[in-house]
């Protein structure tokens, strides 16, 4: 059964970090691309980065440029995003989910986990 958990939020203040991960079931990471994206309240899910496969080609929404960084431990099966200089406007749920190839269309991935919570406040 495919399928993605992730972990690693919690309740940070701005200007904070915090690492996420996205562990992997049922398939192989590095044969496809795994995005992460993230849902703040009352707002539709949006993505936030999303990783190549093979090659590892990082991709980045504008908001999050230059403050997040997305990787992966192909050993560990897992996708990482590391958040840095965090805002109130980072809060929300963050998700993982794959797709081929990376995408910013919620309709092209699959497999979504149950998300994390990630809230940026003093």
């Known amino acids: 059964q495919l399928q993605f958990v992730e972990s690693g939020g919690a309740l940070v203040q701005p200007g904070g970090s915090l690492r996420l991960s996205c562990v992997a079931s049922?398939?192989?990471?590095?044969?496809?691309?795994i995005g992460w994206f993230r849902q703040a309240p009352g707002q539709e899910r949006e993505g936030v980065s999303c990783?190549?496969?093979?090659?590892?080609?990082?991709n980045y929404r504008d908001p999050v440029k230059g403050r997040f960084t997305i990787s992966r431990d192909n050993a560990k099966n897992t996708v990482y995003l590391q958040m840095d200089s965090l805002t109130p406007e980072d809060t929300g749920t963050y998700f993982c989910?794959?797709?081929?190839?990376?995408?910013?269309?919620?309709?092209?991935?699959?497999?979504w986990g149950r998300g994390t919570q990630v809230t940026v406040a003093s």
């Open positions: 049922g398939f192989t990471i590095p044969h496809y691309a």
């Open positions: 989910a794959v797709t081929l190839p990376c995408s910013w269309r919620e309709i092209d991935y699959d497999y």
């Open positions: 990783i190549e496969p093979r090659d590892g080609i990082s």
